[in-house]
């Protein structure tokens, strides 16, 4: 049922985002959900030392997105459409943060991706987002 | 950890919501989870004879709203301020809906849900919303 | 630029959705905005007097399809996959709703449109919602 | 109607996130609406030379925020708690990116800001978003 694992995954991400390796480590990849870190560094950070909104849209987009290739394998190419995030507590401080993403629908053209960030230790979750991403047709 | 049980949030439902008396069961209720039945009627559905998307919402809308006062009790009164919902299968026809509302975060001020509503017996997710609301400090 | 007016999307209501008739009456459409009013009725009401969520939801989801409509005419079925909607204030008691609709993207596949729906008479917006929808392909 | 200038802005920029300093460029400030400048470089891009969907949702989020602060003064501090966002065309290439934030909703607890995104130059939106900010209660 996958068409990538976490090797291919990480060779994924290191051929065709360059700028971010070393932000991101692929964790458990299952048919149903795949876990992404985010390996917290200064640039990720706010002043008082928590990570940014960005870091963890990013974060949050990233593993949908590797969620969904793990499925189709790397061929298409998938856009994302649509991100509705809730950010619902502050990540702590010096923690890695964790991506659970979850492949709800995969469709022919859409597929829709939930996705819930933990701080590494914790057990409440920092935000949650829903993302859609256009996969275009086959050539 | 439960403020209000299946019997009681029924009889809140009939109290304070008599318009919507019949097109809602309350099912199983933990502290993880709220499991609330759309009683399908013909005033729910479309041309084509799938529920609308109005009604959809609604049934999310009142399981999350359940969801909260199972744990703070039927004293606060909760507005709902945002709603992101995915539209991401047509539910079965002649099929009630059963939505599972999960509380995400239950602050002082903002609560966030999380729902899935699937068509009786089926496994595949019809929609997934998340929706927020305003908790009024209380008196 | 329209490929339907008003009068052809009021005769596009009456003739597919003909549960809501009498709902909706559609006002002002240029290439640019569609204006939809929700005249309101006992049944879109929730205790206290004010519209129902799911009552705007509709509104909103049924301007929104009329204004993609206005644009690429009567042939194609869109499908509704996703909405986020903030609740913002409390519809004026007694008062329509009015529902002002923009295209802001119409690809081949997907359109999106954003929404405000105002009491009537009033200035200050009582929701803000943006929907998706899905273009099914020429045949 | 105004509690904070373009000058003001500028100047919290600098004092408050010293780690984008260089990235943004406050434009137009009035009661209504708050232009904010994306100066795009090397590290706001994707392979392929496009803008990255982290560096427009920081963009959106910056410029929301900044438009409220325009409104309530530096005292509060406001706190993200929901963004849904459509990416819905392509940045153009070697331009930079115009953020235009609207307040429609500044309550004593809870704000809501429309934002479009342009290339400069651009009439059609790259990006749509809208952000929830939870503001404290005055000490």
């Given at each position: 049922?996958?068409?990538?694992?976490?090797?291919?995954?990480?060779?994924?991400?290191?051929?065709?985002?360059?700028?971010?390796?070393?932000?991101?480590?692929?964790?458990?990849?299952?048919?149903?959900?795949?876990?992404?870190?985010l390996v917290v560094a200064e640039r990720h950070?706010?002043?008082?030392?928590?990570?940014?909104?960005?870091?963890?849209?990013?974060?949050?987009?990233?593993?949908?997105?590797?969620?969904?290739?793990?499925?189709?394998?790397?061929?298409?190419?998938?856009?994302?459409?649509?991100?509705?995030?809730?950010?619902?507590?502050?990540?702590?401080?010096?923690?890695?943060?964790?991506?659970?993403?979850?492949v709800l629908k995969l469709g022919r053209t859409?597929?829709?991706?939930?996705?819930?960030?933990?701080?590494?230790?914790?057990?409440?979750?920092?935000?949650?987002?829903?993302?859609?991403?256009?996969?275009?047709?086959?050539?």
């Amino acid at each position: 049922m996958l068409e990538m694992d976490k090797a291919a995954l990480e060779q994924f991400l290191i051929d065709q985002f360059p700028q971010v390796v070393g932000d991101y480590a692929v964790g458990a990849v299952t048919p149903d959900a795949l876990t992404l870190r985010l390996v917290v560094a200064e640039r990720h950070l706010r002043p008082g030392g928590t990570v940014s909104g960005p870091a963890m849209f990013g974060l949050a987009d990233v593993a949908a997105y590797l969620a969904i290739l793990a499925r189709i394998g790397p061929v298409a190419l998938a856009v994302t459409t649509n991100c509705s995030i809730d950010f619902m507590r502050k990540p702590a401080a010096g923690k890695d943060l964790l991506c659970v993403a979850r492949v709800l629908k995969l469709g022919r053209t859409l597929a829709v991706v939930d996705t819930l960030i933990y701080s590494e230790g914790g057990k409440d979750p920092v935000t949650r987002s829903s993302l859609t991403y256009s996969i275009p047709p086959k050539g």
